[in-house]
């Protein structure tokens, strides 16, 4: 493990370079958006496609997803620290990784953006500023683009350590399947040198 850890270095090349800069928009994105919506709250107040997606200024959600910990007099704090814990692990993860690894590295970015522009909302007013409604199993729920960055980079970073990636757990690429195969046969050697020394 020891041995593992001494090997790690820090992998930020022009591709995470310019994917820094595009979280840093996504996060202005997000931000400006919840200013236009305080600031012109009655022009945010349409339908994008009727009872599917409805733009409605005004919702607030002290809580994170779904309400969660709305009502908890330390639900704030504990969500403000737990979204200090994750940026860091997040950006730990991002900048050790691999430059061959940018679908996940694009993922980090998109999960970076979103917790980054939530966690303004929650210091600067002790809650979140929400106005997009999706129809979700007949119930408006409503959020803002922070979350669409988080939901998206969830669902890439899912997709990529499942199936895509040469870590995948199911590889389906072409890329995985020999990278997985190639690590398999230089593993062999060294099996087989412990086996002759026993």
């Not at 090997?7 to 994105?29: A, T, Y």
């Not at 349409?46 to 007099?73: D, T, Y």
């Amino acid at each position: 493990m020891l041995e593992k850890l001494k090997k790690l270095r820090v992998n930020i090349g022009w591709k995470s370079l310019v994917l820094i800069g595009v979280c840093i928009i996504l996060i202005l994105i997000d931000l400006l958006t919840k200013i236009f919506e305080e600031r012109y709250s009655e022009s945010w107040t349409f339908k994008v496609i009727p009872k599917f997606i409805e733009f409605e200024a005004g919702h607030r959600n002290p809580g994170c997803a779904f309400s969660f910990l709305a009502n908890a007099s330390w639900g704030q704090g504990f969500l403000i620290g737990m979204t200090f814990v994750l940026l860091a692990l997040l950006i730990a993860v991002y900048v050790f990784l691999p430059e061959r690894f940018i679908i996940l590295k694009v993922a980090l970015s998109m999960i970076v953006a979103g917790a980054i522009g939530n966690l303004i909302d929650r210091i600067a007013y002790r809650e979140v500023r929400d106005f997009v409604g999706v129809n979700m199993f007949g119930n408006m729920v409503y959020c803002n683009f922070a979350d669409f960055w988080i939901t998206f980079g969830t669902a890439l970073a899912i997709l990529d350590i499942m199936f895509l990636n040469e870590w995948a757990l199911i590889p389906l690429t072409k890329k995985a399947k020999e990278a997985q195969k190639k690590q398999k046969e230089e593993e062999q050697p060294a099996d087989t040198d412990n086996d002759v020394n026993e």
